[in-house]
C-alpha cells in the first residue's frame, strides 16, 4: 500500500477532462487507461461551468456516469473540487470577483483563477460547489483522493480591490493589536508614514516612490495567508461530508508567493507539479532540489506528483520535448525522491484551448505515437516498483529555508537587487547532489538535532529565538554553515542591532563592517584559487577563536577574511561572506567531512544520482544516469553483492552498467533469505 490513499502499489495516471470530449471516447479512455497500468486519475479540475451552468442548476447526470465508468475499469478518481476557474455566470452577477492589479486594473473573464481571494462571493460559491460535491459523491467507489484547487497563486496572488483592502487591515489588528505596535513594526517615523488608525491603511498599491519595506512583507504574508484561507474553507467541509478520504492541493515546487511550510500543515499529504525544461543540462539538479523539498515539507512522509509532462509544455518561448527516456528517467527521480505516485497533465491531448499543444499521455496522433508507447511501458515498470511504496528516506543534512527570509532578501533598495534566493542556493544544492548527499530543507523554527550539518545560504531575515536554536544546535555538537548578506533583519524587516550577522554574530565571531555587492559580470579571486561573485562583505574576526580559512586576493578587500570557521562548544561555525557560486563546493567538502556526513555511494560518477529509499518491503537503491553515455558506476556493501534489479529482475554484482539516460532501482530484502524481486 502507498503512503498516500486507499490504492495499492505507486499511483499512475493524470488529469482527464473528459467535458472536452463526447461521451462515446469515454469508453476508449477507460479502456487505454487499462492498457497502460493507470491506477487513478483527477477529474472534475476545470469543471464548475459543466457542474453548475446557473446559480441554482446543477448537472451531475454526465459525471455519475463518468465516475461509474472509470470505478467499472478499476480506476480509482482523484476528485477536485473545481473551484479553480469561477463560471461566466458567476463573474457577471459578481463583478467583483474579479481580481484587481497594484494599479487598478481589473483582470477580465476569459483565462482561470480570475478571482480575488478576499472576496465574499467567491468564497461563498467556491464552498457551495465543494459541498455539493462532497454530499454527493464521498461515499462514490471510485473515490480515493480530493483535490482541493488547482495551484493555488499561478496567476493570481493578490488582489488591490477595496475588499481585499479591508480584509488587509482586519489581519493587520488581529496581528498587531494597538495601531503604534503596526506603527513600530513598520518604523512609520520614517518618511511620515505614521498611521492614527488601521482605517487609514491601504494595501501597497502603485505609489510614486519606494513603499515601506515592513508593510510590503505583510503584505506579502497576508496573500499567502488569503489563499490560505480559502483552501482551508473547503479542506473544512470535506473533512466534515467525507472524513474517510484524504485531500491534497497541488503546490508549484519551490513557489515564492505561497508560504508551504503553513500550508503543507494543512494538507493531508503533499502533492506537486512539476515541470523541469528538457532543454536546461541542469533541470534534473533542479528537480531533486524541488522534490527534497516536497518530501521534507510533511517531515518526510511519501509525497504524489500530481502533474508533469510526459513530453513537451506549452508556455515557454520554446517547448522542447522530453527526448526518448527522459520522462522514464525523471519519474524515477521522483520516485527516488519521496513520490508515491507519478501522475502527468494530461491524459488526452486537448483539441482546443490555450494548452492544446501541450504534451499528453495520450497524444494527438492517439496509440501509434512515441508518446503512447512510453506510457505504456512506464506503467509496467512502475507495477514492478509496488514494493517502492511507502518507503521514506534519511538525510544527513538540512538547508534552512523560511518564507519570511526569502520575501525580504528580495524586497527593493536593498544593496544589490541580484541576491535571489534561488540564484544563491542553487551551487549549494548542486555540490551536494554532486556529492550523492541526500538532503532534507527545515524552516529555522524547527529543532535541528539530529542533521550531521545544517546549511544556511541565506539568512536575510532571522529572529533571535531561531539564532539561539541554531547556536544550541553547535554546541551540542553540530556542523553549521552559514552564507553570506545573513542574520541582517529581525522578523519587522529592521536591521539587528550591531548590523550582520545579528543574532549569529557570537556563534559565528565576525561582525560585516560592511556590505561590498560586485558589479555585473565582475568577480573577484580568493586565496584559495576560488570566486567571489555577486556579492563579497568586509568581514573582522570578533573572538580569538575565529579561523580565518580564506581572503579576498586583490580588489578592495584584499587580504580581508572571506571565509571563516569558529569552534563553539562540540561543534563548528563556518562563515563566508562572499557568494562563491560552484566554488562554494570547495567550503562544504571539508564542512561536511568534518561533520561525517557521507554519499549514498562513494564513487558515482558525474552525472549519475543515487538515493536510498527505506520500508517494510526493504531497501532500495536509485541509480539514475543523466547522462548523454554510458556510466558505470561502483556498488559498495551489501549493494554490491545482494541486490536485485527491480526494472529488470537482474541480480546485480560490484557494479552497475547504465546507458544513456539510464536507470537501475536495486533492492534489498528486509529478511534474509527473502527475494529480491
Same mark, same amino acid.
Given at each position: 500500500?502507498?503512503?498516500?490513499?486507499?490504492?495499492?502499489?505507486?499511483?499512475?495516471?493524470?488529469?482527464?477532462?473528459?467535458?472536452?470530449?463526447?461521451?462515446?471516447?469515454?469508453?476508449?479512455?477507460?479502456?487505454?487507461?487499462?492498457?497502460?497500468?493507470?491506477?487513478?486519475?483527477?477529474?472534475? %479540475?476545470?469543471?464548475?461551468?459543466?457542474?453548475?451552468?446557473?446559480? +441554482?442548476?446543477?448537472?451531475?447526470?454526465?459525471?455519475?456516469?463518468?465516475? +461509474?465508468?472509470?470505478?467499472?475499469?478499476?480506476?480509482?478518481?482523484?476528485?477536485?473540487?473545481?473551484?479553480?476557474?469561477?463560471?461566466?455566470?458567476?463573474?457577471?452577477?459578481? !463583478?467583483?470577483?474579479?481580481?484587481?492589479?497594484?494599479?487598478?486594473?481589473?483582470?477580465?473573464?476569459?483565462?482561470?483563477?480570475?478571482?480575488?481571494?478576499?472576496?465574499p462571493d467567491y468564497r461563498a460559491a467556491a464552498l457551495r460547489l465543494t459541498r455539493t460535491l462532497a454530499e454527493r459523491y464521498a461515499h462514490h467507489p471510485a473515490l480515493a483522493l480530493w483535490h482541493i484547487h488547482n495551484e493555488?497563486?499561478?496567476? %493570481?496572488?493578490?488582489?488591490?480591490?477595496? #475588499?481585499?483592502?479591508?480584509?488587509?487591515?482586519?489581519?493587520?489588528?488581529?496581528?498587531?493589536?494597538?495601531?503604534?505596535?503596526?506603527?513600530?513594526?513598520?518604523?512609520?517615523?520614517?518618511?511620515?508614514?505614521?498611521?492614527?488608525?488601521?482605517?487609514?491603511?491601504?494595501? !501597497?498599491?502603485?505609489? !510614486?516612490?519606494?513603499v515601506n519595506p515592513t508593510q510590503l512583507l505583510d503584505w506579502r504574508r497576508f496573500c499567502s495567508d488569503a489563499l490560505l484561507d480559502c483552501h482551508r474553507a473547503e479542506r473544512e467541509a470535506l473533512r466534515e461530508l467525507s472524513?474517510?478520504?484524504?485531500?491534497?492541493?497541488?503546490?508549484?515546487?519551490?513557489?515564492?508567493?505561497?508560504?508551504?511550510?503553513?500550508?503543507?500543515?494543512?494538507?493531508?499529504?503533499?502533492?506537486? &507539479?512539476?515541470?523541469?525544461?528538457? *532543454?536546461?543540462?541542469?533541470? =534534473?539538479?533542479?528537480?531533486?532540489?524541488?522534490? &527534497?523539498?516536497? @518530501?521534507?515539507?510533511?517531515?518526510?512522509?511519501?509525497?504524489?506528483?500530481?502533474?508533469?509532462?510526459?513530453?513537451?509544455?506549452?508556455?515557454?518561448?520554446?517547448?522542447?520535448?522530453?527526448?526518448?527516456?527522459?520522462?522514464?528517467?525523471?519519474?524515477?527521480?521522483?520516485?527516488?525522491?519521496?513520490?508515491?505516485?507519478?501522475?502527468?497533465?494530461?491524459?488526452?491531448?486537448?483539441?482546443?484551448?490555450?494548452?492544446?499543444?501541450?504534451?499528453?499521455?495520450?497524444?494527438?496522433?492517439?496509440?501509434?505515437?512515441?508518446?503512447?508507447?512510453?506510457? %505504456? #511501458?512506464?506503467?509496467?515498470?512502475? $507495477?514492478?516498483?509496488?514494493?517502492? $511504496?511507502?518507503?521514506?528516506?534519511?538525510?544527513?543534512?538540512?538547508?534552512?529555508?523560511?518564507?519570511?527570509?526569502?520575501?525580504?532578501?528580495?524586497?527593493?533598495?536593498?544593496?544589490? *537587487? @541580484?541576491?535571489?534566493?534561488?540564484?544563491?542556493?542553487?551551487?549549494?544544492?548542486?555540490?551536494?547532489?554532486?556529492?550523492?548527499?541526500?538532503?532534507?530543507?527545515?524552516?529555522?523554527?524547527?529543532?535541528?538535532?539530529?542533521?550531521?550539518?545544517?546549511?544556511?545560504?541565506?539568512?536575510?531575515?532571522?529572529?533571535?529565538?531561531?539564532?539561539?536554536?541554531?547556536?544550541?544546535?553547535? =554546541?551540542?555538537?553540530? =556542523?553549521?554553515?552559514?552564507?553570506?548578506?545573513?542574520?541582517?533583519?529581525?522578523?519587522?524587516?529592521?536591521?539587528?542591532?550591531?548590523?550582520?550577522?545579528?543574532?549569529? @554574530?557570537?556563534?559565528?565571531?565576525?561582525?560585516? +563592517?560592511?556590505?561590498?555587492?560586485?558589479?555585473?559580470?565582475?568577480?573577484?579571486?580568493?586565496?584559495?584559487?576560488?570566486?567571489?561573485?555577486?556579492?563579497?562583505?568586509?568581514?573582522?574576526?570578533? +573572538?580569538?577563536?575565529?579561523? %580565518?580559512? &580564506?581572503?579576498?586576493?586583490?580588489?578592495?578587500?584584499?587580504?580581508?577574511?572571506?571565509?571563516?570557521?569558529?569552534?563553539?562548544?562540540?561543534?563548528?561555525?563556518?562563515?563566508?561572506?562572499?557568494?562563491?557560486?560552484?566554488?562554494?563546493?570547495?567550503?562544504?567538502?571539508?564542512?561536511?567531512?568534518?561533520?561525517?556526513?557521507?554519499?549514498?555511494?562513494?564513487?558515482?560518477?558525474?552525472?549519475?544520482?543515487?538515493?536510498?529509499?527505506?520500508?517494510?518491503?526493504?531497501?532500495?537503491?536509485?541509480?539514475?544516469?543523466?547522462?548523454?553515455?554510458?556510466?558505470?558506476?561502483?556498488?559498495?556493501?551489501?549493494?554490491?553483492?545482494? *541486490?536485485?534489479?527491480?526494472?529488470?529482475?537482474?541480480?546485480?554484482?560490484? =557494479?552497475?552498467?547504465?546507458?544513456?539516460?539510464? $536507470? $537501475?532501482?536495486?533492492?534489498?530484502?528486509?529478511?534474509?533469505?527473502?527475494?529480491?524481486?
Amino acid at each position: 500500500m502507498n503512503g498516500l490513499t486507499r490504492v495499492p502499489g505507486l499511483l499512475y495516471g493524470g488529469d482527464y477532462n473528459p467535458e472536452q470530449w463526447p461521451q462515446e471516447v469515454w469508453a476508449e479512455d477507460a479502456r487505454l487507461m487499462r492498457e497502460a497500468g493507470v491506477t487513478m486519475i483527477t477529474v472534475g %479540475v476545470f469543471s464548475w461551468a459543466r457542474l453548475q451552468p446557473g446559480p +441554482d442548476t446543477w448537472d451531475f447526470d454526465w459525471f455519475d456516469r463518468l465516475l +461509474d465508468l472509470l470505478h467499472a475499469h478499476g480506476i480509482a478518481v482523484d476528485l477536485a473540487t473545481a473551484t479553480a476557474s469561477p463560471p461566466a455566470w458567476l463573474v457577471r452577477a459578481h !463583478p467583483e470577483i474579479l481580481p484587481v492589479t497594484a494599479d487598478g486594473v481589473r483582470l477580465e473573464f476569459g483565462s482561470r483563477q480570475h478571482y480575488c481571494p478576499s472576496s465574499p462571493d467567491y468564497r461563498a460559491a467556491a464552498l457551495r460547489l465543494t459541498r455539493t460535491l462532497a454530499e454527493r459523491y464521498a461515499h462514490h467507489p471510485a473515490l480515493a483522493l480530493w483535490h482541493i484547487h488547482n495551484e493555488y497563486g499561478d496567476h %493570481v496572488t493578490e488582489c488591490f480591490c477595496a #475588499r481585499s483592502a479591508a480584509h488587509f487591515r482586519s489581519w493587520l489588528t488581529e496581528r498587531y493589536g494597538p495601531i503604534d505596535a503596526l506603527n513600530h513594526a513598520w518604523g512609520t517615523a520614517f518618511w511620515s508614514q505614521h498611521y492614527g488608525t488601521y482605517e487609514e491603511i491601504e494595501p !501597497p498599491r502603485t505609489a !510614486p516612490g519606494p513603499v515601506n519595506p515592513t508593510q510590503l512583507l505583510d503584505w506579502r504574508r497576508f496573500c499567502s495567508d488569503a489563499l490560505l484561507d480559502c483552501h482551508r474553507a473547503e479542506r473544512e467541509a470535506l473533512r466534515e461530508l467525507s472524513p474517510d478520504t484524504p485531500a491534497t492541493t497541488n503546490f508549484m515546487s519551490m513557489f515564492k508567493a505561497l508560504d508551504y511550510w503553513e500550508w503543507a500543515r494543512h494538507e493531508d499529504f503533499v502533492s506537486d &507539479d512539476a515541470y523541469p525544461d528538457p *532543454a536546461d543540462p541542469q533541470a =534534473h539538479v533542479n528537480a531533486a532540489l524541488t522534490y &527534497d523539498l516536497m @518530501r521534507s515539507l510533511k517531515g518526510g512522509r511519501p509525497w504524489l506528483l500530481l502533474e508533469q509532462a510526459p513530453s513537451a509544455v506549452s508556455w515557454r518561448p520554446v517547448n522542447v520535448p522530453k527526448r526518448p527516456g527522459l520522462q522514464r528517467l525523471w519519474s524515477l527521480q521522483a520516485l527516488a525522491r519521496g513520490a508515491d505516485g507519478i501522475m502527468y497533465f494530461q491524459w488526452r491531448a486537448s483539441r482546443a484551448g490555450a494548452e492544446k499543444y501541450h504534451s499528453a499521455m495520450l497524444p494527438h496522433r492517439g496509440t501509434a505515437s512515441r508518446g503512447w508507447r512510453e506510457t %505504456v #511501458r512506464f506503467g509496467a515498470e512502475l $507495477a514492478r516498483l509496488a514494493s517502492v $511504496a511507502g518507503a521514506t528516506t534519511t538525510a544527513d543534512v538540512a538547508i534552512l529555508l523560511d518564507w519570511d527570509s526569502w520575501w525580504a532578501l528580495e524586497a527593493d533598495d536593498h544593496p544589490s *537587487a @541580484r541576491m535571489r534566493w534561488r540564484d544563491l542556493l542553487r551551487p549549494w544544492y548542486t555540490a551536494l547532489h554532486a556529492r550523492a548527499v541526500t538532503v532534507d530543507f527545515v524552516p529555522p523554527r524547527a529543532d535541528p538535532t539530529g542533521y550531521r550539518a545544517v546549511l544556511a545560504p541565506n539568512l536575510h531575515l532571522l529572529r533571535t529565538e531561531d539564532a539561539a536554536r541554531i547556536a544550541a544546535y553547535v =554546541h551540542g555538537g553540530g =556542523h553549521f554553515v552559514c552564507g553570506p548578506f545573513s542574520g541582517v533583519v529581525d522578523g519587522h524587516d529592521h536591521i539587528h542591532d550591531g548590523g550582520a550577522p545579528g543574532p549569529l @554574530r557570537a556563534l559565528l565571531g565576525v561582525c560585516v +563592517d560592511e556590505f561590498w555587492p560586485l558589479p555585473d559580470e565582475e568577480s573577484v579571486p580568493l586565496a584559495s584559487g576560488a570566486r567571489a561573485t555577486l556579492w563579497s562583505e568586509w568581514i573582522e574576526p570578533e +573572538d580569538p577563536d575565529t579561523e %580565518v580559512l &580564506d581572503t579576498y586576493a586583490t580588489g578592495e578587500l584584499a587580504g580581508c577574511p572571506a571565509v571563516t570557521r569558529r569552534r563553539h562548544g562540540a561543534g563548528t561555525a563556518w562563515y563566508t561572506g562572499a557568494h562563491l557560486g560552484d566554488s562554494i563546493a570547495t567550503v562544504l567538502g571539508p564542512a561536511l567531512d568534518a561533520a561525517g556526513v557521507r554519499p549514498v555511494l562513494p564513487d558515482v560518477p558525474d552525472g549519475v544520482e543515487a538515493t536510498v529509499r527505506t520500508g517494510e518491503h526493504g531497501s532500495h537503491l536509485f541509480v539514475l544516469n543523466h547522462r548523454d553515455h554510458p556510466a558505470r558506476t561502483p556498488l559498495t556493501g551489501p549493494w554490491a553483492t545482494g *541486490a536485485t534489479d527491480l526494472l529488470t529482475g537482474a541480480p546485480v554484482h560490484g =557494479h552497475l552498467d547504465l546507458g544513456p539516460l539510464g $536507470a $537501475a532501482v536495486l533492492r534489498l530484502p528486509t529478511h534474509p533469505g527473502e527475494t529480491g524481486k
